[in-house]
């Protein structure tokens, strides 16, 4: 389990989402990869959710945070976000994985800042549009063309 300490440096990130996300990631369920992963969004309204990654022995089975903040968001009844950390014990700030990128387009305009981190305040930014550019949207499912 990742210790305690953290200190986040910030600049254009709210300090209470990136302390969020490090909250979420000291409850993720890792027990083989011992990577632990969280992730907060503020919603439209300002709200914060939270999700941390949760694995299964059946390695494809998990769930990522990021997923798991989309559905506390969801399940709250809000479906636009507004600002995305993710943090992970690592040396090096971690981006969202590719399924995650998708499900953050999925809620997220293109310049909707990321911020990613890690435990001991190491932290790099972009966009949900940077992070995939060329997304799959509902444009897509037109089917009068």
């Not at 990654?53 to 769930?63: D, L, Q, R, S």
């Not at 945070?65 to 971690?94: K, L, N, R």
């Not at 800042?113 to 997304?135: K, N, S």
């Amino acid at each position: 389990m990742p210790s305690g300490a953290f200190s986040p440096r910030l600049l254009g990130m709210s300090k209470d989402l990136i302390e969020a996300a490090h909250a979420v990631s000291l409850k993720a369920h890792a027990p083989y990869s011992k990577f632990h992963v969280g992730a907060a969004i503020r919603g439209a309204s300002g709200a914060i959710y939270a999700g941390c990654n949760v694995e299964n022995v059946a390695y494809p089975e998990g769930t990522c945070a990021e997923a798991g903040a989309i559905a506390a968001m969801c399940a709250a009844g809000e479906y636009e976000i507004a600002e995305v950390a993710v943090i992970a014990g690592s040396d090096q700030p971690v981006p969202p994985c590719g399924g995650c990128r998708q499900k953050l387009s999925e809620f997220a305009k293109p310049d909707v800042i990321v911020t990613m981190a890690t435990h001991a305040g190491a932290r790099a930014e972009t966009t949900v549009g940077d992070l995939l550019p060329g997304a799959f949207d509902a444009s897509f499912l037109d089917m009068d063309t």
